[in-house]
């Protein structure tokens, strides 16, 4: 019988660097909205070339992980900047527009994962979680229902009164209060007709057409933080992806 032998995985020199790097973000060596040392400064701590680092920062900035400041340096990427706090909201209005919506928490509490929160969160099945049921107005009409899971462990006190008055979007709040950043989501998109419920909250008839948006929010080190199941109306609003 022929022995079979795994074969080792070769890495670019930049993409270990990139790891690096983030293992000290993770590690929370540098906090969002903080500078990370120079390319030279890097380039000698990881005894590589600062051709090789900068190869490593222009990855980590096209993910939105790092942003470049012309003539002040690399700033770890934060969801409280103007220009990235909407990064994540993909609903528009048809012409384009993208706005900030209006959030109403309408419940928080905390619950237990059932198999599939568990699975889809890498938590242990009955683990303590936090469920969230909110209602996202655009242009004044309710557009969209979220319910939202996250471990009760790692958002420990989060409450609806704490959202509810908090300035700023919900992942700049789990950034800020948690120090945990989302940095990059994973969505499946069905077509769905709303339930009694679900019309009633987004005033649209029984049995209305809405987009169903299943996403998993992840933060440094591809770990799930974040489980969302959006209900969304989009009689004047669309669903927006830029590609490429």
Not at 31 to 48: D, H, Q
Not at 72 to 79: L, M, P, Q, R, S
Not at 114 to 139: F, Q, T
Not at 173 to 178: A, D, P, T
Request: glycine fraction near 6%; aromatic fraction near 6%.
């Amino acid at each position: 019988m022929t022995k079979s032998h795994s074969t080792p995985t070769f890495r670019p020199l930049y993409e270990q660097i990139k790891i690096l790097i983030t293992q000290s973000l993770v590690a929370g060596e540098w906090s969002p909205g903080e500078a990370i040392p120079s390319e030279l400064e890097l380039a000698n701590r990881f005894k590589v070339s600062q051709g090789t680092v900068r190869k490593a920062i222009d990855e980590l900035a096209a993910e939105n992980i790092l942003i470049r400041r012309q003539g002040k340096g690399t700033f770890v990427a934060t969801h409280s900047e103007e220009h990235t706090q909407y990064h994540f909201l993909r609903i528009v209005e048809n012409n384009g527009k993208k706005e900030a919506p209006l959030n109403q928490v309408l419940y928080c509490k905390r619950g237990k994962a059932d198999s599939d929160i568990a699975d889809r969160l890498e938590l242990k099945r009955g683990s303590p979680v936090v469920m969230m049921r909110r209602l996202l107005r655009l242009s004044g009409e309710p557009v969209i229902l979220d319910d939202i899971w996250v471990s009760a462990t790692l958002f420990k006190g989060i409450s609806e009164s704490m959202i509810n008055e908090y300035e700023g979007t919900l992942y700049s709040l789990y950034e800020s209060r948690y120090g945990t950043r989302i940095i990059r989501a994973e969505e499946r998109i069905q077509a769905i007709p709303a339930d009694a419920p679900t019309a009633e909250l987004l005033n649209v008839a029984v049995g209305a057409p809405l987009l169903d948006i299943g996403r998993i929010a992840y933060t440094y080190g591809d770990k799930p933080v974040e489980l969302r199941v959006s209900r969304c109306n989009t009689k004047h609003h669309s669903y927006l992806n830029e590609l490429g």
